[in-house]
């Protein structure tokens, strides 16, 4: 099955860095790729994502990258704000499979 | 707001007994999912419902169970409850329970096995 590989799982930024998280995976055939945010008590929100057709989205601060050659794919966070510290899951998923969810990283930005 | 309701919110227990937690999908999505987050955990897929049938099943345990009604909520029942489940219970939904089809998680059941 589709394993799912995050890192760091662990970020700490000053207010106003950029912040990446990567992500690796083993299924070839994966074509959809979700990031998730989820805050202090809160369930995991869908915060941006990509399939396999596009190298590239971004959303104001926010920007996925896929790398399908090599298999990964990463979040881009531009001038980090104190409201992004945050736990964020990677995912991917195909077909009618489950999405595998990475382990998490968990953001942390100090003013 | 995902449009997901979970309840109840907290639940407090002792090992052995059985509980319910109970999840109302988005409105229009006929898919349900049960994840469970223990501490430093990440996701765990336990079971996946479509229009009231089982489509997927993770690492359920034989204690646990889950079913989608008509109406298209759900019911995750664990019983003989154990210290080690206690963890965070979340429910998702999505419109097609398909691959690329969005997961929208309700802000979780926290169940506390003394």
């Known amino acids: 099955g589709e394993n799912v590989e995050q890192h760091p799982s662990t970020l700490s930024v000053q207010e106003g860095d950029s912040a990446v998280i990567k992500c690796t995976y083993s299924?070839?055939?994966?074509?959809?790729f979700p990031w998730y945010k989820q805050e202090l008590g809160k369930g995991p929100q869908l915060i941006i994502d990509i399939r396999s057709n596009v190298g590239e989205k971004k959303d104001q601060r926010i920007a996925v990258t896929l790398n399908k050659t090599a298999k990964h794919f990463s979040l881009h966070i531009t001038e980090t704000q104190p409201e992004d510290s945050a736990v964020y899951f990677c995912?991917?998923?195909?077909?009618?499979?489950?999405?595998?969810f990475g382990r998490g990283t968990s953001l942390i930005v100090h003013p | 707001d995902s449009g997901v309701t979970q309840t109840p919110k907290h639940l407090i227990t002792a090992t052995g007994q059985r509980v319910t937690l109970r999840c109302s999908p988005r409105?229009?999505?006929?898919?349900v999912y049960w994840y469970q987050q223990s501490l430093d955990q990440g996701l765990q897929f336990l079971i996946q419902?479509?229009?009231?049938?089982?489509?997927a099943k993770g690492n359920i345990l034989e204690r646990f169970s889950a079913q989608q009604f008509p109406d298209l909520h759900s019911e995750l029942n664990l019983s003989s409850l154990e210290l080690g489940d206690s963890a965070l219970y979340f429910c998702a939904s999505s419109v097609t329970g398909g691959s690329d089809s969005p997961l929208h998680f309700g802000n979780g059941t926290r169940l506390t096995v003394t």
């Open positions: 299924d070839s055939a994966s074509n959809y």
């Open positions: 409105s229009g999505d006929l898919s």
């Open positions: 419902y479509y229009n009231g049938e089982e489509r």
């Open positions: 995912a991917a998923s195909r077909g009618s499979y489950i999405p595998t």
